[in-house]
Structures are given as structure tokens and as C-alpha cells.
């Protein structure tokens, strides 16, 4: 028995409502899904959500007001009223027709399980965009990837975790900005001896953005993870990489770097061909930049 739950802000989950309702049926599985809107202003994915009350097996529900991305996902589980809890981003869609299926058959594997990501070749998100380049360099991993470190490897747009599991760890609902509260869930999961399995299972991404919205957000992500450094600790990269240098004097030379160089490396990451190291460098240079004026 399965929820599949969804939040949304401002994007239309019809297309993937319908999917899984189809899928649902076909297979004979007991199970719910439930798209819950976080104060979307955008009439028209109101309106195509909104149909998601006509699909079988579906509910849509919205809030008025925007509550953020923790408080959202922890408001669907307590709505959930199936012991297993499937968790999907708005802007993810099954790459296989058996996805539903093959989480009913893993729900035994352990109190988590992770399906993983993919990225279409020809899909919104196109070849040689930061999106995708990042997306695939460090999401798009097979369940055998994601096994040798199952907690850091934990992503939150698609994964599937026991209620009474869910009930006791919870998303961080202090993190109301976009950015590492999947992270922080890992790190919890592990701290607390919760079981992790990846399984492959993926949903593809389907995101959008332009590759200046990606930068805008990874801007906002580092500074909620700014706020949050006494939690995550060394489980983040960045940080763990800025106490290293820190160590040698070497943050404030590294944070100054940011003002100076931020718009050249832009101009890479903004084009068809981004690299990776320098979207690296430059998540690296900011957080020192933004602890140097703290």
C-alpha cells in the first residue's frame, strides 16, 4: 500500500498524476497519490492541476500560502494514508512503465529506498546546458553508484521511506529556502541507523530552468547552506573543502576570489559548453565569500 506524494510550486504535475494513475490501476496495487500545491501563483498550473481531482486513485490539494519546501513534504506525509510513503518532485517523470511495480516489490528492501535520477537526451533540458551537465554528472548514477555511499547518495525527488520511519526524522522545517535539505535528510537517516537501499528505479528529470535560473538557485542553495553549517558539518563537500583550506589561511584569499572572478566564470557557465570544475569552484568560492562578510 502506497502514497505517492507530490509537491508542487507553480508547475503542473498532470502529466505525471495521470501516469502513475494509469499505473496504479494497471498493476492492481493498493495505493493513493497526492499532489500538494504550495501557494502557486501561476494560474495556469493551477488550472491543469486542478483536473487532478478527475484522475482515479488521485487527490490535488491546495494551500494558499506558501509554507516551503520541508514544512510542504512533511504536510503530505501526515495526509498519506498508506504505511509507505513515495516521494516525487513535480518536475520528475517514471522512465518505465513498471515504476510503480517496482517500488511495491522494494518496499521490504529497507525502512528507505532510492529509485535515482536520469536525464532524457532530447528533453527540456538539453545537451551542454549547466542543468543537464550537472545533473548528469552527479544525479544520473545507477543504484550500484548510489550503494557505495548510500547516505550522501540520498536525493529527495525520488525515494520511498516507511511512515513510522518518516514520522521519527522528518524534513528540517527551519530550512525554508531552497537547497541541501535532502542532505540534511541523509545525514539524519544515517545518524539515526535508518536503512538505506538504491534500487534502480529512476524517474526522469525534467526540470527547464535556464542555465541563469540553475545559477540564481545554486546562489540561494549556498546560502541556506550557510545557515545550516553547524548541522551538515563535513557531510557537505563545500564545507568540508572550506574547513580544509580555512586550515591553511587560505578561505579569505579563496572568498575574495569571488567578486573579482564570478562574472568570467560565469560567462563559461552560462554558455553551451559549462564545466563542471569551475560550477565547483564557483559554489566554493561563494560560501568563502559568504562567510568572509558574516
Same mark, same amino acid.
Given at each position: 500500500?502506497?502514497?505517492f506524494l507530490i #509537491?508542487?510550486?507553480n508547475?503542473?504535475?498532470k502529466?505525471?498524476a495521470?501516469?502513475? /494513475?494509469?499505473?496504479?490501476s494497471?498493476?492492481k496495487?493498493?495505493?493513493? &497519490?497526492? &499532489? @500538494?500545491d504550495?501557494?502557486s501563483t501561476n494560474?495556469?498550473?493551477?488550472a491543469?492541476?486542478?483536473?487532478?481531482?478527475s484522475f482515479?486513485h488521485?487527490?490535488f490539494?491546495?494551500n494558499?500560502k506558501?509554507?516551503?519546501? +520541508?514544512?510542504?513534504?512533511?504536510k503530505l506525509?501526515?495526509t498519506?494514508?498508506? #504505511? !509507505?510513503? &513515495?516521494?516525487?518532485?513535480?518536475d520528475?517523470?517514471?522512465?518505465?512503465g513498471?515504476?510503480?511495480s517496482?517500488?511495491a =516489490?522494494?518496499?521490504? @528492501?529497507?525502512?528507505?529506498?532510492?529509485?535515482g535520477?536520469?536525464?532524457r537526451?532530447d528533453? #527540456?533540458?538539453?545537451?551542454? =546546458?549547466?542543468?543537464?551537465?550537472?545533473g548528469?554528472?552527479?544525479e +544520473?548514477?545507477?543504484?550500484?553508484?548510489?550503494s557505495?555511499?548510500p547516505y550522501k547518495c540520498?536525493?529527495s525527488?525520488?525515494? @520511498?521511506? =516507511?511512515?513510522?520511519?518518516f514520522e521519527k &526524522?522528518?524534513?528540517?522545517?527551519?530550512l525554508?529556502?531552497y537547497?541541501?535539505?535532502?542532505?540534511?535528510?541523509?545525514?539524519c537517516?544515517?545518524?539515526n541507523?535508518i536503512?538505506?537501499?538504491h534500487?534502480?528505479?529512476?524517474?526522469?528529470h525534467?526540470?527547464?530552468?535556464?542555465?541563469?535560473?540553475f545559477?540564481s538557485?545554486?546562489?540561494?542553495?549556498?546560502?541556506?547552506l550557510l545557515?545550516i553549517?553547524?548541522?551538515l558539518?563535513?557531510?557537505?563537500?563545500?564545507?568540508k !573543502?572550506y574547513?580544509?583550506?580555512?586550515?591553511?589561511k587560505?578561505?579569505?584569499l579563496?572568498?575574495?576570489?569571488?567578486p573579482?572572478?564570478?562574472?568570467? @566564470?560565469?560567462l563559461?557557465?552560462? /554558455?553551451?559548453k559549462p564545466s563542471?570544475f569551475?560550477?565547483?569552484i564557483y559554489?566554493?568560492?561563494?560560501f568563502?565569500?559568504?562567510?568572509r562578510k558574516?
Open positions: 500500500m502506497l502514497s #509537491p508542487t510550486y508547475l503542473s504535475c502529466a505525471l495521470k501516469e502513475l /494513475s494509469q499505473q496504479i494497471a498493476s496495487i493498493e495505493a493513493e &497519490v497526492i &499532489v @500538494m504550495d501557494g494560474a495556469d498550473s493551477l491543469d492541476n486542478a483536473c487532478i481531482d482515479e488521485c487527490r490539494i491546495r494558499n506558501n509554507i516551503g519546501r +520541508s514544512r510542504i513534504r512533511n506525509a501526515e498519506a494514508q498508506f #504505511p !509507505t510513503l &513515495v516521494f516525487l518532485d513535480a520528475v517523470f517514471p522512465t518505465h513498471d515504476f510503480v517496482y517500488y =516489490k522494494a518496499s521490504c @528492501m529497507a525502512d528507505t529506498v532510492c529509485g535520477m536520469k536525464y537526451l528533453g #527540456p533540458v538539453k545537451i551542454g =546546458k549547466l542543468r543537464y551537465v550537472v548528469c554528472d552527479s +544520473s548514477q545507477t543504484a550500484d553508484s548510489r557505495k555511499a540520498f536525493i525527488s525520488n525515494f @520511498m521511506v =516507511k511512515k513510522n520511519i &526524522v522528518q524534513f528540517d522545517e527551519s525554508f529556502k537547497g541541501y535539505e535532502d542532505v540534511l535528510f541523509g545525514k537517516l544515517e545518524e541507523a536503512s538505506i537501499a534500487i534502480d528505479n529512476a524517474v526522469f525534467d526540470n527547464g530552468e535556464n542555465s541563469s535560473d545559477l538557485k545554486t546562489r540561494a542553495a549556498t546560502e541556506n545557515l553549517e553547524d548541522k558539518g563535513d557531510y557537505s563537500r563545500i564545507i !573543502t574547513r580544509k583550506i580555512d586550515a591553511f587560505m578561505s579569505t579563496v572568498g575574495m576570489l569571488f573579482v572572478m564570478h562574472k568570467p @566564470m560565469e563559461n557557465l552560462l /554558455s553551451n563542471h569551475i560550477f565547483n559554489k566554493l568560492s561563494y568563502c565569500h559568504l562567510k558574516a
